[in-house]
């Protein structure tokens, strides 16, 4: 006789997903514990481990309230809406799209910072080439050659550059009017190069395509809210309000509007605990290793030398270094080196640092959440292809912003 179906055996249960970390997850971990144990056995003194948290916390209020601002921003359709419009704006020409892409993650990198570029804008601007079914390497691309390259003209834009200006003591205004003209060299190399070595090899027949439709946010009343929060954010950095206070007020509104709105999307995960962990754990690491030899290691790099000379060297360092390890400790160890006068030069490192790091996946945090982004999208960059054009980018662009700053000290 036939079970029926309520007597039927019950089916086993289907197994769950092992949870595995994910390899920056233990980048982050590693590095915040060896901070910590240079910090607790005294190899930093405890009087330098007090400066560089006092140094830090700012910048940590920053970064966390401007990646949930950027994350909320993103689930409210603000950037969506941008791509389309984008799309629809050029009218099918690929030239068009080509020239608005590079505004739209140019734009982002400036207002926002390198990081919210590479995680945010990568994705749309995937999910933009299955729509308009584009090849997505030259849009993948353009993503974070600009959120490295384009990250010099305001103090947001890249950490690094928080650093730079409260090293040479330049309100945002002002450190801007200096950076405005390597900022222009960096974004034209990087534009000539990106059409030349990307975009015209892989443009559709023709150079045309159908554009889509226009989209429409789930939620127009957190989309505006989303906004609101965004220009909020810009006219406070432009107004001289400290930049930890501005992207707070601004998280603040969007965050009211998802309380009221959308209370589910709000959960621990969108604050970027990886990346607080990261920036705590390396600062400590790099100002141990300064006192054992990293610093001597550096200045003999950057040699004594001023002028255009000083400034080539300086920049040059700061690529080479920040392709070697990463970025930020690159500027770091440079920045402890240079005299606190010697403003060109440290600008140049500056430079280096934010312009050079492409030549290597590792070279910023930007450029390793956009590899991962990419692989998580199903997108795989030819990598020989990518690595040597980035290297020329790196060495082009870093000169090219370098030489742009000596005309303006």
């Known amino acids: 006789m036939k079970l029926a179906a309520a007597d039927a055996p019950p089916s086993p249960p289907e197994p769950t997903a092992r949870w595995r970390p994910h390899p920056l997850d233990l980048v982050a971990v590693v590095l915040a514990v060896a901070g910590a144990a240079c910090a607790l056995s005294g190899l930093l003194p405890r009087a330098e481990t007090t400066d560089t948290l006092h140094r830090v916390l700012p910048l940590l209020l920053f970064l966390g309230t401007v990646i949930v601002l950027a994350e909320l921003t993103a689930v409210a359709g603000v950037f969506d809406v941008l791509a389309s419009r984008l799309a629809i704006a050029s009218r099918g020409s690929w030239a068009a799209l080509f020239l608005l892409c590079g505004s739209l993650a140019t734009l982002t990198t400036l207002v926002l910072n390198l990081d919210t570029t590479a995680v945010l804008l990568t994705p749309v601007l995937l999910a933009l080439a299955r729509t308009l079914h584009i090849p997505a390497g030259p849009l993948a691309v353009t993503t974070v050659w600009l959120a490295n390259t384009a990250s010099l003209l305001l103090p947001v834009s890249n950490l690094t550059n928080l650093l730079a200006a409260d090293r040479v003591g330049l309100a945002p205004l002002a450190y801007a009017a200096r950076m405005a003209l390597p900022q222009l060299a960096a974004v034209a ?26 989209h429409v946010p789930a939620d127009p009343v957190l989309h505006r809210t989303a906004l609101a929060g965004c220009l909020l954010f810009v006219a406070g950095i432009v107004a001289g309000v400290e930049i930890g206070v501005a992207s707070t007020v601004a998280v603040a509104l969007v965050l009211l509007g998802f309380v009221v709105r959308s209370p589910a999307t709000l959960r621990p995960g969108l604050v970027p605990l990886r990346l607080l962990l990261f920036v705590t754990g390396l600062f400590l690491v790099v100002q141990t290793l300064g006192r054992y030899g990293l610093d001597d290691l550096v200045a003999g790099l950057l ?88 290297t020329l980018l790196a060495v082009t662009g870093t000169l090219a912003a370098v030489g742009a700053l000596l005309l303006v000290s």
């Open 303 to 390: 040699g004594a030398d001023g002028g255009a000379a000083g400034a080539l060297r300086a920049g040059g360092t700061g690529a080479l270094l920040a392709n070697g390890v990463n970025n930020l400790p690159a500027y770091l160890a440079g920045e402890s080196v240079l005299p606190i006068g010697d403003e060109t030069r440290l600008l140049a490192l500056l430079i280096g640092a934010n312009v050079g790091p492409l030549a290597a996946p590792w070279a910023s945090l930007a450029t390793l959440l956009w590899f991962e982004r990419c692989r998580a999208a199903g997108v795989a960059v030819p990598v020989t292809r990518f690595v040597l054009t980035s």
């Open 189 to 214: 190399v990087t534009m000539v190069l990106l059409w030349f070595v990307w975009w015209r090899r892989d443009r559709p027949a023709g150079g045309r395509f159908v554009p889509p439709a226009r």
